[in-house]
């Protein structure tokens, strides 16, 4: 899910680390000190879900772990990421530092999606399955449609490599999906007060 | 002397659209290599070689229907030559901007990891005495 330096134009680079720059302040603005706690420990797990690799024919791709931060966060999913990202680059050149904006900005906006959804109650417990397994899968889904869409026109000889991209990420769709509906049930049993809705 | 430059012009454009053209991308820690004679001609079935900056070859494979290879990065800087059949070859070079350990110990990953959630826990700790300090 990570571009890498080096791919990417040098307007879009500009405009996606101008923008990240934009969103990052606002979401250091917006965290309350009461969320700085699950701000550091969802940034830490969406670093160490990069780590768990899902091996795909030729290629392999990874976990994200998006929806899941979105879905304590909102809008502080911007903060945890962008700290996640900056280690991966730093330390395992995993994207890169000039495309820091980009990446975040493929990766966190989607979050959103996550926190929106959450908002959702249902009493059935199998629509709020339903429900988070969306929360897990549509993040991914739609970071690959950003990220696709990113080589897209950043040069037409990588759309070939755009298609590549969006469907090697359809299993970690699917597995994120099912992740979701795993942990919000547990956390539903163990810890309803983190799942308070806001 | 026009009708003859024309038919020049004609057959250097149709020998272009015989080239090969060779194109790498990173993924991670895979490089992808990817060949066509043009968008609907994929180079299928092709030679793929990968060369060190010292001109030693390090890895090699076959493109499949799409005209792809994938290949596990080894080396930081290379250069790519794809063989087709009928001398027609391509060439390309590469160079990966993030940084390719040839085999990282998993110390070295533990490591990492470690000094990773140190900086997190020091950069939202700094975060949580700023917040409370504005409070």
Redesign the interface.
Known sequence: M?I????LSSQILIAGNVIGVGVLLYS?KA???EK??L??VM??LF??AS?IHIPIG?????LLMSGIVGVFLGGGAF?AIF??LF?Q?L??????L?VLGINLLIIATPSLLAYFLFQFKCKSPFKQAIISFLMGALPVLFSALLLSFTLAINSE??L??AY??FFSNIPVMLIEGVFMVFIMNYITKVSPKLLERR | MKKTLFLLLLCCYSLQAHSLKVFVTQESDTFIVYSYFSKSSPCKGCQVTLFDEQGNLFDEGITDASGKSYFKAKKQKFRVIVKASMGHQGESEFSSQNPVSQEEGTLNIFLKGLFAFGVITIFFLFAYFVKRKRD
């Open positions: 990570h890498s330096d080096g791919v250091f965290l309350q000190q700085v706690l701000c550091a940034s830490a670093f160490m780590f030729p290629t392999s791709t990874h903060l700290v996640g280690l680059a330390l395992f050149g995993y994207g890169g000039s000889e990588f070939s490599v590549l991209s």
